[in-house]
């Protein structure tokens, strides 16, 4: 397979190094030393400028819901944070969700959705992160109505639209839904399941786990009017130990966790953190920052739309070089032994994941050749409860998941590109 007759462009060298210096480690490991570490989609790499001011916020010991000076600066933080949260997503309404992880978020609001909202089955894919998929499943069984499972294509590691708009009716409840699929990359068709899926139900319930998407393309909820949307800052240049769900108006004010004493639609418990405001707002700040390298508005929500816009150009043209490789380097669409699963012609439709195997080698072996080479990938196998179910679904025993991020280079490719080579040519294919 090829791709379209499009030349992908990488940042220019010199924003390459700039955007390079913003992260750490990238390519060096205390305990292993240099190295390429193409395993993003499991964490990603961390700005310095979100360890900088989340260390800087974490040293005040007041309280934000105090009167006097400081406590006042912590919480202006705080609602700084809760703006760029509103700005990243083009929320003009609704409230913002915050939670220890991103798995919490979405059990939370799927749980309060199924329980609250009348219908008599609840409709999901088999590509869901578990935390989705079993957020469904625990409250459908709880409340007695139908778990119903959308199929993936085989070929190209996507839920299409048909796949979920069979099995929803008039009774349908919640269609939880992931952005893009963690383990192929593809990226589902959300504003046209929306669509569709509103024409038979005009009323109904969206949720959508966008965890893996966020930090590789724009997400505008003026496009794809959803009901609940989660990210988790530790994927997106940010810090462990905090995510953040949107709730649409309709949602905020149905019966769930709070206060009492709280407003019907306020989804916080307990004392905000305001170094995890601040971080979020340097992980905007980095993407207005590089989106003022193309763009000289001085809105930041036009901002955040040209540096993601960017960033997606960015992962677009490091894709293409480890399919397609270059004159000196086979890409992996050229190597004799390796499959790249899920392979499409239109770059535009995956984010920055391939899915690999190699004939006679399983994964956990594959993986540890990359990583004796200095090179962190993961293995993706039907022991692990992570992957068990869209393994089996799309009928694959494991993968090998690659995954870099859009601060790698075609360098860190290219020595991507050797090593797999050479593990090949050692493995005899």
Request: charge should be negative; aromatic fraction near 8%.
């Amino acid at each position: 397979m090829t791709s379209k007759a499009i030349h992908y462009d990488f940042f220019p060298d010199d924003l390459q190094k700039e955007v390079r210096q913003a992260f750490y480690n990238v390519d060096f490991d205390k305990n292993i030393g240099e190295r390429v570490f193409f395993e993003n989609a499991g964490g990603s790499f961390r700005l310095k400028s979100v360890v900088e001011v989340d260390q800087y916020y974490a040293q005040f010991p007041d309280c934000p819901e105090r009167q006097h000076e400081t406590s006042l600066e912590l919480k202006s933080v705080q609602h700084k944070g809760l703006d760029d949260i509103r700005l990243l997503l083009n929320a003009k309404s609704g409230s913002i969700l915050p939670a220890y992880t991103a798995s919490m978020a979405i059990f939370d609001v799927t749980g309060t959705i199924i329980e609250n909202v009348p219908g008599t089955n609840v409709v999901t894919s088999c590509l869901e992160h578990p935390s989705a998929y079993d957020a469904c499943a625990f409250y459908a069984k709880k409340t007695g109505k139908e778990l119903r499972i959308a199929a993936a294509d085989q070929t190209t590691g996507r839920i299409e639209v048909d796949a979920i708009t069979k099995l929803i009716d008039e009774n349908t409840c919640v269609l939880s839904i992931m952005y893009a699929s963690n383990l192929s990359g593809a990226i589902m068709d959300l504003e046209t399941i929306i669509a569709e899926a509103r024409k038979i139900k005009p009323d109904l319930h969206i949720v959508v786990d966008a965890v893996q998407h966020a930090p590789h393309c724009l997400i505008d909820l003026e496009k794809t009017p959803v009901d609940a949307m989660n990210f988790a800052p530790y994927k997106f240049f940010g810090n462990r130990g905090v995510a953040f769900a949107y709730v649409s108006d309709r949602v905020a004010k149905l019966p769930h966790h709070k206060l009492i004493a709280k407003l019907e639609n306020e989804w916080e418990l307990g004392s905000p953190t305001p170094s995890d405001y601040a971080s979020v707002t340097a992980v905007i700040d980095y993407i207005c920052w590089l989106g003022s390298k193309f763009n000289d508005s001085a809105d930041r929500r036009t901002l955040i739309e040209e540096g993601m816009t960017k960033i997606k150009y960015q992962e677009m043209a490091l894709l293409d070089r480890m399919l397609n490789g270059t004159p000196e380097i086979p890409g992996m669409r050229h190597m004799k032994g390796i499959t790249v699963h899920f392979d499409t012609e239109d770059l535009s439709k995956r984010d920055l994941i391939l899915a690999v195997s190699v004939v006679g080698c399983d994964c956990d072996t594959l993986t540890k050749l990359y990583r004796d080479k200095s090179i962190i990938v993961y293995e993706r196998v039907s022991s692990s409860p992570y992957s068990a179910r869209m393994l089996e679904s799309l009928s694959l025993d494991g993968v090998v998941r690659v995954s870099p991020l859009h601060c790698h280079g075609p360098e860190d490719v290219d020595k991507f590109l050797l090593v797999t080579k050479e593990i090949l040519e050692g493995l005899i294919i």
